[in-house]
């Protein structure tokens, strides 16, 4: 009886680590941190749309009043008015226009990369991925060591967890690398029930604790007496304020993410893919509504906690430490309640953390396969799961679970990012001709880099935890851009009509090529040329060739399509002409393409180039160009294996 051989175990395990290469990274991918896109039209009402943003940016309320306080104290609420303007005068201005600017939710990261050419444009939305990737991943294990305080602090649970934090954050963040190895499409629906559940319960802490404010008259007296006599006046606590606004940069979290899920919110039936209006229209609102509800329960929450919180209790090992409306919840609510919220609480910082770990999967195939910087396993999504679980492990580690020391590099992560949309926005005014636009656009920028520069000098961790990753992504996509080196990377090639008369005309017999360097392009260029091939290759005379140029165009890119033209010169020298990022690549492309559509072996012929082997591979590696001959044949011997197919090079 015939029976069928099972695969090797470890074949099986590769099939399945690398089953179902990442959509996220094909054609533009997906954008946004959750499942795939909503096809054009049949997108979900903006409201609904706004709860995937909330789910990161509301669930900093479980952290962000406590944070405050620690920054700020006594003036944690005057200090929140002040994060209040800028994110209703500076950031949300900033990603209304970066949602007109990149409709599909491409984010101010891609805004800047269409405004930078050549390797310079690389590096510099390389470095934004490293804050980018900063921004994500403390994210992911801020909102789990959060997740861990209010379990650890819960009254019913406290005594048997406590001082077991760490393991319980380690475990989180596995849980979540664990779903996402099965597979995990996150549902809108899931979302708005955890926005709303989790606001409604926030409501009614916020509702209780002004009560007590109010009824309990000399609390505001106390608080009050206690500013005059730390500050002084108001103008001196103005100015205090506007110095620690800085440390409370956490609540500008989600804006982000706000444009990233465009391609979810349902437009207008005459939208089009160039120019969605109605998308932009409804995910304006959806920016504008985020961020109004978030900045009343900052004021709100900021105040009450303040004002109701000892102070000693919001420090490290304070019952209030990393879960300040939750420590009201517990006081003022009855253990039952404070103990929904904790749930509450935990499942939307659990679900902050996927929408981070799926905005990881997102970003990364959106950029690094179109540099060639990324090996091909990192299309799949099990194999980057695995990578950015064990880095959250290390950070996670590194900061001890503590949701205090991870706040600077968080806030340095989100300031970048907006740093980097206002500027993306004050070039797209600058170049649309909108004065006032860019002025106030300038102004903006400056505000969001001052502060991203205390940030950093008062709070290092944030760009020292950027660094690295900066120096991990650049290091590991050179590397990968050097292994790919000699890929055939042309996707496509297409000849206009003259080239394909001189194809069909060689077609009839040997098909020749020159590969030639243009310089003047005058008639004696192509003489001596067909002279030097001839003799160097002992060629009689009757031969008959096509010249091949290619002009380089970007050498960073990687793939692209061809596009050939013919034309005859001097009447008679026929020309083949080309723009590419690489001309052995484009070389290598042509000849395939002219075999496969022939059916016949073309040549081509080469002069070797004078100078160090090792130099003249780097000057292909960054420039495109170099030794072109050798490196000709080693991307035909890749692509095409079979060596009685392959195209022939000849070099003299």
Sequence with gaps: ??????????????????????????????????????????????????????????????????????????????????????????????????????????GSIAMLERLLSFWQGKLFVLTLLGFAATDFLITITLSAADASTHLVENPHLTGTLHGHQMVITLFLVALLGAVFLKGFLEAIGVAVALVGIYLVLNVVVVVAGLWHVITAGHVITD???????????????????????????????????????????????????????????????????????M????????????????????????????????????????????????????????????????????LMPRYLPRYGMAPHWARAVRPMVIVFTLVAFLVTWIFDANVDKQGGAYATGVLVLISSAAIAVTIAARKAGQRGWTIGFGAIAAVFLYTTVVNVIERPDGVKIGACFIAGIILVSLLSRLARAFELRVTSVTLDPMAERFVRDMASRKMRFIANEPGHRDKAEYR?????????????????????????TDPSEFEAGLTVRGEVLHGRY???????????????????????????????????????????????????????????????????????????????
């Design 295 to 362: 900045s009343c329960f900052l004021i709100a929450t900021s105040f009450i906690t303040t004002l109701l919180i000892p102070e000693n209790e919001f420090k490290p090992g304070g019952a209030a430490n990393g879960r300040a409306l939750a420590y009201l919840a517990h006081e003022y609510l009855g253990n039952a309640f404070g103990t929904v919220y904790d749930v509450s609480t935990i499942a939307i910082l659990w679900f902050a953390g996927a929408s981070a770990m799926a905005g990881l999967l997102n």
């Design 1 to 106: 009886m015939a029976t069928t051989e099972r695969p090797p175990s470890t074949g099986r395990l590769r099939a399945w680590m690398l089953e179902g290469l990442s959509d996220m990274g094909k054609g533009g991918g997906h954008t946004g941190p959750h499942a795939e896109p909503e096809p054009p039209h049949q997108g979900q009402r903006w409201w609904r749309v706004m709860c995937l943003t909330g789910v990161d940016y509301f669930s900093t309320l479980g952290y962000q009043p406590g944070i405050a306080a620690l920054a700020a104290g006594l003036l944690s609420p005057i200090a929140t008015i002040v994060l209040v303007i800028v994110t209703l005068a500076g950031a949300l201005p900033v990603y209304r226009r970066v949602s007109e600017e990149s409709p599909h939710g491409e």
């Design 223 to 293: 608080w009050s007496s206690a500013l005059v006599t730390e500050h002084g006046n108001v103008f001196v606590m103005i100015g205090v304020a506007l110095i620690v606004f800085p440390k409370l940069a956490l609540g500008l979290s989600g804006f982000e993410t706000g444009v990233a899920v465009m391609p979810h919110v349902q437009g207008d039936p005459g939208d089009s893919e160039q120019r969605p209006a109605g998308r932009i229209r409804d995910t304006k609102k959806l920016l504008t509504t985020a961020a109004l509800i």
């Design 574 to 652: 026929r020309v083949l002409t080309l723009e590419s990022a690489s001309i052995p690549n484009a070389l290598a492309a042509l000849l395939l393409h002219v075999r496969d559509v022939t059916g016949c072996t073309p040549h081509i012929y080469f002069e070797w180039t004078e100078g160090s082997p090792f130099a003249n591979f780097l000057r292909f590696f960054l420039f495109g160009q170099g030794e072109v001959a050798p490196v000709t044949r080693e991307v035909l011997r890749e692509a095409e294996p079979n060596r009685s197919r392959r195209p022939r090079v000849h070099t003299g």
């Design 528 to 552: 001596d040329k067909v002279e030097q091939i001839r003799a160097d290759n002992d060629m009689p005379e009757q031969e008959d060739f096509v010249f091949v140029e290619v002009t380089v």
